[in-house]
């Protein structure tokens, strides 16, 4: 299999590496000791591999590492910083939204990207959004409420700051 | 409810309320290791090369071409093995590692590849090519035991004993012949003379298929074999039967053997006994290399289903609604080998009939053996199959009484105190306060946003429906716990219960702290290691915050006895003078922490150990351990047109004595609820001749978050009633078990006919709407 070079940046740094072209981005990213990323039904429906490519979700099973070329890729591990946890990992901590916790950085990386795209996001839009991540333990409820919670959370911290959110969120 | 003070009289300091989850920090920032993400140092990787045939008589395996492959260190078979006896399985001795002459179902093992990585052994797998004459085959569980029947899976039965002992089994295993894995038989009073003084009777047939589990981390193991020893990270939920296993099929002492087990991704009674673990093993063994073995969920269902049911079911009732007798004639599917099935017969035939007083019973179940996948445990084990007959059966009979549901279960409900089976614990419950709590919270606040868009009143049917159940549950009750406690009065529990998101390292720690009285942040729980941690029999059947629990509390004690004798040593007393204080002791009036006494007995470090377990005795003689109760409901709305349905409201009761962590408790039930909303609603795998037609998560279809009912209501009731720790009992299977009854009831409610087979999906809904 012939080689591609890929530059990527993964969790803010900057990779540059010669990559079988048939390598999976789940495995390129295991392989390199980001174990947060979990394979399950390798088929793109379970949503445990989910990473964020410029900010949108993906399924790292069924996505090429050399599909992430110049792109801005960003894994569980990339979360948790010397800032601590995220206000969703901590509402995911706080609601009990895990059992298992098989799913949880898959669905936490989906839920991040939500409140990218939506700071104020609706009970339906958060169901739709993570429809993706299947979840076997919880029965989803804790998980709706960790999102609703980590939202609020941010919303006040943006409106306290004067966040660059806080634009989206005036009528 | 009152929860009033712990052992030493105090108000509870850590049991009892919702502390954060000791895996919180490792679940969400993605550090939790897995089996999946171990590594070892020249690690190799195994595929496995499987049957594609229903039943089969292998002829020739020619493995050259993958041999041959890039990466292939080696591709072994069953004939590679000659010394060691190839067979597993912690009840009969019946499953082949590596298939040797036939092959028994689609997916069944027949070689393995190990190669240098995982892509290498998958490709060469491929070029293995299987030579083998196709036998006729057996994929329904009744005509497999058949008279016209021909095709027999296990023609030398009788070669394997039973597992002596295995002691939770309680049924017959009749030497597998005519493909009778298994049978259980409960009977008394005089079923023919209850009958024949019916005023209604009422008889139907349900089938209740075959369901995966679907744990999300797929089966997986790493195995280092090293002659003389063997080291296995394995996602079990038994790491002490996997030992046994192993140590049996390899020839070792079961010193020489750890099993160890990180997070497990998921199991839910899939995971219990051993599974790959031998299979990665052989492959360490042929390789000389540490080896690891993932498999696919296509192969995860190739390796474990559930149990399927068919039962024939009859009840009869006088006028008045009272109940006769039952008797259930019950088949289960149990596949290729015998796995955990006589367990599942055994409690199947133990829970079909519920929390009822009947004069006369009786039951018969049968495991079938036949060319699908083994069966095994699968959460609820038995109950969800037995319960969907028993309890859509109560509604049948309540509507052709013309009594209510909920009356006609109140006049025959045993009150607290009874038996439900003779010689068992008796029921130490209210099974009507919790139907009534249930009842209330499904009539509650029916205001909701309706899912779809109705044209009017006659395409929108709603309807109500629940159910009950009881489960012998807790397992046989052999535990041993260690407590550690150091020098700077932090402790730790060694127990090899296994992590599966069930909440067992945040629940026993919660126990340790408040019998120590030191901080919870104080208290860790070990991994489990089979050559560290103490013996385990299962986690499973809802067992280990009741019995580890207890376990602990022993050991908890045994460390604060010595920790009074060191202080009687240290200050030259006698026992008297010391006494416990939460953190430490009390000696002639003056308090010194743990961590003084030890230091002063010791002179330099040191530390406190106490040992306590757990066995069939005392006030846990009397089996089972505990009664878990199931009391779910819903209301439901379906679209006459399509017959699509949903849940509008979802409401469970959780009878669990004493919620050791109230928000991971609720959390069990959520979960038990949603899987079996699934069950009910979507999941079935399907087999066309002999061939599994759906292994993967897209045809084989789990709830996903959309499936949310429109609200969920979540009662828990604590009446400090069960064995465990501060009068708690064990939870997580109680809300999945009745669900299945509940929606079918529901949707009858609503449709106005019955149905006898799930899933409920819109066709069959829709069928039962417009039959005639």
């Known amino acids: 299999m012939p080689n591609f070079h890929l530059n990527t940046r993964i969790n803010g740094t900057f990779i540059s590496c010669e990559v079988p072209q048939n390598t999976l981005l789940i495995d390129f990213l295991r392989d390199r000791g980001l174990t947060g990323t979990k394979p399950s039904c390798e088929l793109e429906v379970c949503g445990a591999c989910t990473v964020l490519v410029d900010s949108l979700p993906a399924s790292s099973c069924t996505t090429l590492a050399a599909e992430s070329h110049k792109r801005n890729l960003e894994t569980i591990e990339g979360l948790h910083r010397e800032g601590g946890l995220t206000p969703v990992q901590k509402a995911f901590s706080e609601e009990f939204a895990f059992q298992c916790g098989f799913c949880t950085p898959g669905m936490i990386m989906s839920a991040e990207s939500l409140l990218r795209q939506n700071t104020d996001p609706s009970r339906e839009d958060i169901i739709h959004w993570l429809d993706g991540n299947i979840c076997r333990c919880t ?6 409420r960790a999102v609703q919670n980590a939202a609020k959370k941010l919303l006040g911290e943006n409106k306290e700051e004067g966040g660059p959110n806080e634009q989206t969120v005036q009528p | 409810m009152s929860k009033p003070f712990n052992r030493r009289n105090e108000p509870f300091s850590v049991a009892g309320h919702s502390v954060p989850r000791k895996d919180s920090f490792a679940k969400v920032s993605g550090k939790a290791t897995y089996a999946i993400d171990v590594s070892l140092p020249r690690m190799a990787h195994a595929a496995v090369v499987r049957s594609e045939y229903p039943h089969a008589v292998i002829n020739s ?10 990466g292939v260190l080696v591709v072994a078979t069953a004939h590679d093995f000659p010394k060691l006896n190839l067979r597993f399985g912690h009840i009969i001795r019946d499953h082949q590692i590596l298939a040797l002459e036939r092959t028994l179902y689609q997916g069944e093992p027949v070689a393995l590849v190990v190669a240098e990585t995982r892509q290498q052994a998958f490709h060469a797998a491929k070029l293995v090519e299987v030579e083998a004459d196709e036998l006729e085959s057996v994929t329904d569980g009744r005509t497999a035991l058949s008279e016209e029947n021909s095709v027999v899976l296990h023609p030398d039965a009788g070669d394997e004993e039973p597992n002596s002992s295995f002691v939770e089994f309680q049924g017959n295993i009749p030497a597998h012949v005519n493909n009778i894995c298994a049978q259980m038989d409960v009977s008394w009073g005089d079923i023919d003379e209850q009958f024949s003084n019916a005023d209604v009777v009422v008889e139907s047939e349900y089938d209740y298929p075959m369901i995966y589990g679907y744990a999300m981390e797929p089966y997986c193991a790493v195995a280092d074999y090293h002659g003389d020893r063997i080291d296995v990270w394995t996602t079990t939920q038994h790491p002490y039967s996997v030992r046994e296993d192993l140590a049996r099929v390899f020839e070792l002492p079961m ?20 599974k790959i673990e031998p299979l990665a093993v052989l ?16 192969e995860s269902i190739l390796t474990t289903r559930a149990d399927s049911a068919n039962i024939k079911a009859k009840s009869a009732f006088s006028s008045d609604g009272t109940l006769l007798a039952r008797d259930f004639d019950i088949v289960l599917n149990s596949g290729a080998y015998t796995d955990n099935s006589p367990l599942v017969t055994n409690k199947i035939a133990h829970r079909c009939f519920g929390p009822y007083r009947i004069p006369a019973l009786r039951v018969r179940a049968r495991s079938a053996f036949t060319n699908t996948v083994s069966a095994s445990s699968l959460r609820g084990f038995g109950a969800p199959q037995g319960v969907y007959a028993g309890e859509s059966q109560m509604d049948e009979a309540a509507e052709k009484l013309g009594i209510d549901p909920i009356e006609l279960r109140n006049k025959n409900l045993v009150g607290s105190g009874d038996e439900i089976l003779p010689d068992k614990r008796p029921l130490e419950t209210d099974l009507k306060q919790n139907m009534d709590l249930l009842i209330s919270q499904l009539n509650a606040d029916n205001t909701y946003d309706s899912a779809a868009q109705f044209r009017g009143a006659e395409q929108r049917l709603v309807g109500t429906g629940f159910a009950l159940s009881a489960s012998d549950a807790g397992s046989h009750p052999s535990s041993v716990a260690v407590v550690r406690l150091h020098i700077d009065g932090s402790a730790t529990g060694m127990i090899s219960s296994t992590e599966l998101g069930q909440g067992r390292t945040t629940a026993l720690a919660q126990i340790i702290a408040e019998e120590l009285g030191v901080p919870y942040d104080f208290v860790a729980i070990a991994d489990p290691d089979t050559s560290t941690t103490p013996y385990e029999r299962a986690t499973g059947a809802s067992r280990t915050t009741a019995l580890v629990g207890r376990a602990l509390q022993k050991a908890c004690d045994d460390v604060r006895r010595r920790i009074r004798s060191y202080a009687k040593d240290v200050f030259n007393v006698s026992e008297d003078d010391v006494t416990d204080l939460p953190a430490g002791v009390s000696v002639a009036g003056n ?14 470090g040191g530390e406190a150990i106490g040992v306590g377990e757990i066995r069939q005795a005392g006030d846990l003689e009397q089996l089972p351990p505990f009664w878990e109760i199931g009391t779910s409901g819903v209301n439901v709305e379906i679209d006459s047109e399509t017959g699509q349905l949903t849940i509008s409201k979802l409401a469970t009761v959780g009878d669990v ?12 039930d959520a979960g038990a609820a949603m899987m079996g909303l699934g069950i009910a609603m979507h999941e079935e795998l399907l087999y066309s001749d002999g061939h599994l037609v759906n292994p993967n998560v897209v045809d084989y279809r789990v709830p996903h978050m959309s499936d949310l009912p429109l609200s969920t209501h979540q009662v828990l009731v604590e009446r400090q009633d069960g064995v465990g720790p501060y009068g708690s009992k064990g939870a997580g299977e109680g809300a999945l078990n009745p669900m299945s009854a509940a929606v079918t009831n529901a949707v009858s409610n609503a449709v106005g006919r019955r149905t006898y087979a799930l899933p409920l ?6 069928r039962a709407i417009h039959s005639k």
Do not use: C
């Open chain 1, 139 to 144: 029965g989803y409820e804790s998980i709706v």
């Open chain 2, 283 to 298: 492959g360490s063994l042929i390789s000389g290399r540490p080896v690891k073995i993932v498999l696919s969920i296509e």
């Open chain 2, 761 to 766: 999906t819109p066709e069959r809904i829709w």
């Open chain 2, 591 to 604: 308090s010194y922490s743990y961590g003084t006494i030890i230091d002063q007995w010791f002179g330099a």
């Open chain 2, 657 to 668: 004595g004493f919620a050791i962590n109230p928000a991971m408790t609720e959390s069990q």
């Open chain 2, 255 to 274: 010193s020489d053997i750890s099993v160890q087990v990180p997070y497990v991704g998921g199991a839910y009674g899939s995971k219990a006994h051993a």
């Open chain 2, 61 to 70: 395996i020619d493995t050259k071409q993958a041999e041959d492959a890039p």
